[in-house]
Every structure is written in structure tokens, then in C-alpha cells.
């Protein structure tokens, strides 16, 4: 085991345990929001922090199967923020217009 692993697992556990300690304040936000737009942004924030996460996962256990994971979180919390920011815009998110 060369330094430069050494290092690189060094550093990826200490950017999870940041990212871990990010998710927590920002679910603590998430809870306890002065108000809605703040919460919107914390949900977008933790999905941001769970695809570092995986990619910080791929990258120590050197494999590609995390990519789609990844795409897959990307795609999720963008709908959600679209979700939440109509919901905060118009009160609904899906209109029943019975015209």
C-alpha cells in the first residue's frame, strides 16, 4: 500500500464524515425551518450531500455500479425540488382544473 492510498482513503473518510455531519444539521433544518422556502432548500442540499456520499463510495471501492445510484438521486431530488417550489408558488401540486 503506496502513500498516495493511504492518503485518498484518508481524505474520502473524512469528506463522508463531513458529509454526515452536513446531512445532520441539514435535516435538523429541514425539521425545525422558519419557513418552507428554508426546508425546500435543505431537501435540495441533502440530495446534493447522498450523491457525494455514493460518489465518495465509488471511488473507494473502486467500482462504477454507483453511477446509476447516483443518477438516480439526481433525478429524484430535482422532481422533489420542482414538487416543492410549485406546492410553495401555488398552495397545490396538481391541479384538477374542470373546466
Known sequence: MNIFSTILTGSI???????S?????????????????????ALDSIGINLIAMAA???IQLKTT???????????????????????????VIIENDRD
Do not use: H, Q
Open 21 to 41: 455531519v452536513s446531512v445532520l444539521l441539514l435535516l435538523y433544518r429541514t425539521i425545525k425551518g422558519p419557513t418552507n422556502p428554508d426546508r425546500a432548500i
Open 56 to 58: 465518495l463510495i465509488a
Open 65 to 91: 455500479y454507483f453511477n446509476d445510484i447516483i443518477l438516480l438521486i439526481g433525478i429524484l431530488a430535482f422532481i422533489g425540488t420542482i414538487a416543492i417550489a410549485k406546492f410553495i408558488e401555488k398552495g
Open 13 to 19: 473518510i473524512l469528506s463522508l464524515l463531513v458529509l
